[in-house]
């Protein structure tokens, strides 16, 4: 296992839709050990592989609960109900934090390192770095998904 760099807003890799992946040997399993190496250290919820400048369609998500780290390989977004507003951050834009609209409860299809299918249900949080996740996998970036303030609203602090 090794760190990997995380790549910043404006490489231009982070605009650019994943390929999925069809070999599910020890190069995938070395990405997805990487990734949760690099998202630990990190402090993160979710890494996906084009962070770290592989266009892949894999990613990591950890929210500190008993799940641990669930490993993602070509995911896609089966089931959606209700929504959350909340500040939303990535790796990829350190200190930065904008208000974001996600469902509230998501269920995903992937596959694991091994190319057995899984489905997983998210709610909250989870949802949450799920549809982050899967958007990187897409080339769209948190900071595309913010509303723009209604008018006569006034704008709010930074975060």
């Known amino acids: 296992m090794a760190m990997r760099e995380i790549l910043k807003f404006g490489e231009d890799v982070l605009r650019k839709k994943c390929r999925p992946v069809t070999k599910f040997d020890d190069r995938l399993g070395e990405l997805l050990d990487d990734l949760g190496e690099t998202l630990l250290a990190s402090d993160g919820v979710g890494l996906?592989?084009?962070?770290?400048?592989?266009?892949?369609?894999?990613?990591?998500?950890?929210?500190?609960?008993?799940?641990?780290?669930?490993?993602?390989v070509n995911?896609?977004?089966?089931?959606?109900?209700?929504?959350?507003?909340?500040?939303?951050?990535?790796?990829?834009?350190?200190?930065?934090?904008?208000?974001?609209?996600?469902?509230?409860?998501?269920?995903?299809?992937?596959?694991?390192?091994?190319?057995?299918?899984?489905?997983?249900?998210?709610?909250?949080?989870?949802a949450r770095a799920f549809c982050h996740e899967i958007d990187h996998l897409d080339g769209i970036l948190f900071t595309d998904r913010v509303k723009p303030l209604l008018p006569n609203r006034k704008e709010g602090n930074k975060l």
Request: proline share 5%; charged share 30%; with cysteine.
């Open 48 to 72: 996906a592989a084009p962070q770290v400048g592989i266009l892949r369609r894999v990613c990591v998500v950890n929210i500190r609960d008993k799940r641990g780290t669930i490993e993602l």
């Open 75 to 126: 995911p896609e977004i089966i089931a959606e109900s209700g929504n959350q507003v909340g500040n939303e951050g990535c790796l990829s834009a350190p200190n930065e934090w904008c208000e974001v609209e996600r469902p509230n409860k998501v269920t995903v299809k992937a596959f694991d390192r091994h190319g057995k299918e899984f489905t997983i249900k998210g709610e909250e949080l989870a």
